[in-house]
């Protein structure tokens, strides 16, 4: 691999969601801020809504890590879950014990009661569910029907959705409008931008121990940008490929042609256009240098 090639500690660009190569950009400041600040109010649901590979997972882990020491989290990454299978696994979530035993109203009774037991605590109840859209039709009933429970303050339990844009397209549907309408925060995570491409590119090798040269250029990041619609992940599986290309033919210094080879081998990417603007530009300096030859050769 390329990594003593290049000087690095560990791989750069990774596909597992890592915090510690966590890089505070707007969008996910944002998320961050709004979500902590949700929560602090008590509100019942907290939704984040992200194209895929825009660092959901990432910022859930994220939030795991940074919740304030009085919030008990139950996390569940996958909920592709029947409302029976979703119930058993908060309650293990919780630790109630014998939760796989129990009668659906006992488990049920269980989870009430673990939840009371925890505010007389103290204690806030937050459940995390990453890729929120997989999430059955009956299981999102369920979980607007947990959080009914409540103090006269505050509800017992907050949930966080995670999500793709799927799950707004199915909570537009009427059947879904009193869960539509218990979700009192919610935030939209947009890509990257041509600048914060470049930093993200930069943060990460620096956390992975580079530190030569710059190995991306800033033409090159922007057509990092424009091949990836600023999308990480994608930028994670194009610097990673561009790197063990450059590495293979014994080189230092990262171009565009180790872009164009990884492009072609990279699903959801594209070559970036040609900028038209330039293009406009040469043919009007092309056509004033030609109508100034022929008029000077014409008064010669």
Not at 253 to 261: F, P, R, V
Request: proline fraction near 4%; hydrophobic fraction near 40%.
């Amino acid at each position: 691999m390329y990594l003593y090639h290049f000087g690095l500690r560990e791989l750069p660009f990774t596909l597992t969601p890592n915090t510690h190569f966590f890089l505070g950009l707007e969008p996910h400041n944002e998320a961050l801020a709004v979500l902590i600040t949700a929560l602090q109010t008590g509100e019942g649901f907290i939704k984040v809504i992200g194209e895929v590979g825009t660092g959901k997972t990432l910022l859930c882990r994220k939030l795991l890590n940074e919740i304030p020491k009085h919030f008990v989290t139950a996390y569940i990454p996958n909920p592709y879950l029947k409302p029976d299978e979703l119930r058993r696994a908060v309650a293990l979530e919780l630790g109630v014990r014998q939760a796989q035993r129990m009668s659906v109203q006992l488990l049920t009774q269980r989870i009430q009661q673990k939840l009371i037991d925890l505010h007389k605590e103290g204690r806030s109840v937050v459940l995390i569910l990453d890729e929120a859209q997989a999430l059955p039709e009956e299981s999102l009933e369920a979980l607007r029907l947990f959080t009914n429970l409540e103090t006269e303050t505050r509800k017992l339990l907050q949930v966080v959705l995670f999500a793709q844009p799927e799950l707004d397209e199915r909570l537009s549907q009427t059947n879904f409008r009193q869960l539509r309408q218990r979700i009192t925060f919610s935030y939209k995570l947009r890509a990257m931008t041509s600048i914060e491409v470049e930093r993200y590119i930069e943060h990460r090798l620096q956390i992975a121990g580079y530190k030569g040269a710059a190995l991306f250029n800033s033409r090159l990041c922007k057509k990092i940008s424009k091949a990836t619609q600023g999308i990480p992940r994608l930028v994670n599986i194009l610097c990673h490929k561009m790197l063990m290309l450059t590495y293979g033919q014994g080189h230092f210094q990262i171009n565009t042609s180790h872009l164009k080879a990884a492009i072609k081998d990279t699903e959801d990417t594209q070559l970036p256009l040609i900028d038209l603007r330039w293009v406009f530009t040469g043919i009007i300096l092309i056509t004033l240098f030609i109508g100034a030859y022929l008029y000077w050769d014409f008064r010669g």
